[in-house]
């Protein structure tokens, strides 16, 4: 079995050449293209945002409306404190035609010098032992409590957290005064627009190939 053997392939190898450089040059046209792009979306921007301020408000406003409320809070915390002042009328007592005493029976008995809704002791009470007639302990008949000029709770003539609220209040005051002013006087901010920037300005020569040396 003979045969001869398969010619190899030829292999031609090109000649040798100086390589090249290309450059791509963009116009100015593209520049100022990107730059009204730029622009309108600046506007659109700045038209988004002053609806908001119509919606909302500025960052002023909506700061002195915080201040009001923080004022509010606390002229509303102050003005729920107890009235200061002597007697303390926060402990006066209902008053009532006799005394009425609890007892462990679940009702209630009346006390020596009670007197009747037609003003005749009630029975079995008898007389009061009192020296004004019926009271006990030198207080008229039908009054509850202690003796009139004697207050059993004084007031202290200071009240550290009322002092603290009021404080607390004329500062939230002053706060919102400035907060207020403030939103007055400061005007609306928006972006600043791009108009004529640098790069647009480049004319086409300046990006052709130069020549060195």
């Known amino acids: 079995m ?16 100086n390589p090249q450089a290309f450059q791509t040059i963009i116009p100015q046209k593209s520049y100022k293209d990107l730059a009204e792009s730029m622009r309108r979306t600046e506007k659109e921007y700045n038209r988004l945002l002053d609806q908001r301020y119509d919606t909302v408000g500025t960052a002023a406003e909506m700061g002195a409306r915080n201040r009001g409320g923080e004022m509010q809070e606390r002229a509303s915390y102050l003005s ?30 009346t006390v020596p010098g009670s007197m009747s809704g037609f003003g005749g002791s009630r029975p079995g009470t008898g007389p009061g032992p009192g020296p004004t007639g019926g009271g006990t302990g030198g207080r008229p008949l039908g009054q509850v409590g ?22 607390r209040y004329q500062k939230s005051k002053e706060a919102y005064a400035k907060a207020l002013n403030k939103s007055k006087t400061t005007p609306r901010s928006f972006m600043p627009e791009t108009v004529n920037p640098g790069f647009a300005q480049n004319t086409d020569d300046l990006y052709l190939p130069k020549i060195i040396n």
């Open 80 to 109: 729920s404190l107890p009235r200061g002042g002597s007697p303390d009328e926060s402990f006066k007592e209902t008053p009532r035609a006799f005394p009425i005493k609890s007892n462990r029976r679940a009702t209630f008995d």
């Open 146 to 167: 202690p003796p009139p000029g004697v207050f059993p709770f004084p007031r202290k003539q200071t009240d550290p957290a009322k002092e603290a609220a009021s404080v």
């Open 2 to 17: 003979g045969g001869s053997k398969p010619t190899p392939p030829t292999i031609i190898m090109p000649e040798e050449s």
